[in-house]
Protein backbone atom coordinates (compact mmCIF):
# COMPACT_ATOMS: atom_id res chain seq x y z
CA UNK A 1 0.00 0.00 0.00
CA UNK A 2 2.90 2.20 1.05
CA UNK A 3 3.99 1.93 -2.68
CA UNK A 4 1.15 2.64 -4.09
CA UNK A 5 0.68 5.87 -2.04
CA UNK A 6 4.37 6.56 -2.97
CA UNK A 7 3.39 5.89 -7.34
CA UNK A 8 0.65 8.25 -6.23
CA UNK A 9 2.80 11.07 -4.82
CA UNK A 10 5.59 10.76 -7.38
CA UNK A 11 2.88 10.81 -10.42
CA UNK A 12 1.16 13.82 -8.80
CA UNK A 13 4.73 15.72 -8.34
CA UNK A 14 5.21 15.32 -11.80
CA UNK A 15 2.11 16.60 -13.16
CA UNK A 16 2.21 19.54 -10.75
CA UNK A 17 5.48 20.56 -11.64
CA UNK A 18 4.14 20.00 -15.54
CA UNK A 19 1.23 22.19 -15.37
CA UNK A 20 3.54 24.92 -13.41
CA UNK A 21 6.16 25.05 -16.16
CA UNK A 22 3.58 24.99 -18.59
CA UNK A 23 1.82 28.19 -17.08
CA UNK A 24 4.77 29.56 -16.68
CA UNK A 25 5.97 29.06 -20.66
CA UNK A 26 2.47 30.48 -21.45
CA UNK A 27 2.85 33.80 -19.57
CA UNK A 28 6.67 34.19 -21.09
CA UNK A 29 5.09 33.35 -24.47
CA UNK A 30 4.97 36.63 -26.92
CA UNK A 31 2.24 37.01 -29.53
CA UNK A 32 1.12 34.13 -31.47
CA UNK A 33 3.31 31.57 -29.31
CA UNK A 34 0.27 32.03 -26.68
CA UNK A 35 -1.34 30.00 -28.77
CA UNK A 36 0.72 26.86 -29.14
CA UNK A 37 1.58 27.24 -25.75
CA UNK A 38 -2.03 27.53 -24.55
CA UNK A 39 -2.38 24.08 -26.37
CA UNK A 40 0.54 22.75 -24.10
CA UNK A 41 -1.19 23.40 -20.84
CA UNK A 42 -3.99 21.82 -22.56
CA UNK A 43 -2.03 18.70 -23.53
CA UNK A 44 -0.33 18.30 -19.77
CA UNK A 45 -1.39 15.25 -18.40
CA UNK A 46 -3.59 15.10 -15.80
CA UNK A 47 -4.42 11.75 -13.39
CA UNK A 48 -4.33 13.36 -9.85
CA UNK A 49 -7.62 14.18 -8.62
CA UNK A 50 -5.93 18.03 -7.22
CA UNK A 51 -3.39 18.37 -10.79
CA UNK A 52 -6.47 18.21 -12.74
CA UNK A 53 -8.31 20.58 -10.55
CA UNK A 54 -5.70 23.26 -10.67
CA UNK A 55 -5.26 22.71 -14.43
CA UNK A 56 -9.30 23.71 -15.00
CA UNK A 57 -8.47 26.56 -12.98
CA UNK A 58 -5.50 27.60 -15.35
CA UNK A 59 -7.47 26.82 -18.13
CA UNK A 60 -10.24 28.99 -17.23
CA UNK A 61 -7.79 31.84 -17.17
CA UNK A 62 -6.32 31.26 -20.56
CA UNK A 63 -8.76 30.77 -22.46
CA UNK A 64 -10.24 34.14 -22.49
CA UNK A 65 -6.42 35.56 -22.18
CA UNK A 66 -5.50 33.82 -25.31
CA UNK A 67 -8.88 35.10 -26.88
CA UNK A 68 -8.25 38.88 -26.04
CA UNK A 69 -4.78 38.51 -27.13
CA UNK A 70 -5.76 37.00 -30.56
CA UNK A 71 -8.42 40.23 -30.91
CA UNK A 72 -5.82 42.63 -30.00
CA UNK A 73 -3.52 41.73 -32.66
CA UNK A 74 -6.24 41.48 -34.99
CA UNK A 75 -7.09 45.31 -33.95
CA UNK A 76 -3.73 46.21 -34.54
CA UNK A 77 -3.65 44.96 -38.05
CA UNK A 78 -6.75 46.48 -39.14
CA UNK A 79 -5.36 49.73 -37.57
CA UNK A 80 -2.54 49.36 -39.85
CA UNK A 81 -4.24 48.82 -42.38
CA UNK A 82 -6.55 52.30 -42.11
CA UNK A 83 -3.12 53.67 -41.71
CA UNK A 84 -1.71 53.01 -44.63
CA UNK A 85 -4.73 53.45 -46.43
CA UNK A 86 -5.47 49.97 -47.58
CA UNK A 87 -9.10 49.94 -45.66
CA UNK A 88 -11.49 52.38 -45.56
CA UNK A 89 -13.03 54.04 -42.53
CA UNK A 90 -16.40 52.65 -43.37
CA UNK A 91 -15.25 48.96 -43.92
CA UNK A 92 -17.44 46.90 -41.73
CA UNK A 93 -14.14 45.42 -40.12
CA UNK A 94 -12.87 49.30 -39.05
CA UNK A 95 -16.33 49.89 -37.86
CA UNK A 96 -16.68 46.87 -35.88
CA UNK A 97 -12.84 47.84 -34.01
CA UNK A 98 -14.93 49.36 -31.02
CA UNK A 99 -16.81 46.57 -30.33
CA UNK A 100 -13.16 44.15 -30.80
CA UNK A 101 -11.75 46.37 -28.37
CA UNK A 102 -14.17 45.89 -25.62
CA UNK A 103 -14.34 42.59 -26.16
CA UNK A 104 -10.60 42.38 -25.69
CA UNK A 105 -10.50 44.43 -22.91
CA UNK A 106 -13.72 41.98 -21.19
CA UNK A 107 -11.63 38.87 -22.24
CA UNK A 108 -8.50 40.22 -20.39
CA UNK A 109 -10.37 41.14 -17.27
CA UNK A 110 -11.67 37.82 -16.80
CA UNK A 111 -8.60 36.09 -17.73
CA UNK A 112 -7.20 38.19 -15.51
CA UNK A 113 -9.64 37.19 -12.75
CA UNK A 114 -9.39 33.69 -13.31
CA UNK A 115 -5.80 33.86 -13.25
CA UNK A 116 -5.45 34.37 -9.60
CA UNK A 117 -7.47 31.04 -8.62
CA UNK A 118 -5.06 29.60 -10.89
CA UNK A 119 -1.70 30.77 -8.87
CA UNK A 120 -3.90 30.12 -5.92
CA UNK A 121 -4.38 26.58 -7.19
CA UNK A 122 -0.18 26.08 -8.36
CA UNK A 123 0.63 27.53 -4.91
CA UNK A 124 -1.40 24.73 -3.25
CA UNK A 125 0.00 21.94 -5.57
CA UNK A 126 3.48 23.04 -4.66
CA UNK A 127 3.20 23.09 -0.76
CA UNK A 128 1.73 20.51 -1.19
CA UNK A 129 4.40 18.33 -3.32
CA UNK A 130 7.46 20.52 -2.29
CA UNK A 131 8.85 21.61 -5.85
Same mark, same amino acid.
Given at each position: ??? $? /?????? $??????? @? #???????????? +? @???? $??? %???? =? &? $???????? !????????? !? +???????????? &???????? %?????? #? =??? @?? %?? /?????????? /? #? %?????????????????? /??? +??
Amino acid at each position: MTA $S /LGGCHG $SGKREAA @S #LDEAVDRYRRAE +G @SERV $SRA %QALT =D &V $SCTVPEVC !VAKEACLAA !V +GPTTRALALKED &VARILGDL %QAKRLA #L =DAP @SA %QA /LPERLDEATR /L #L %QEGRAKMADCERQLGDLR /LHY +GH
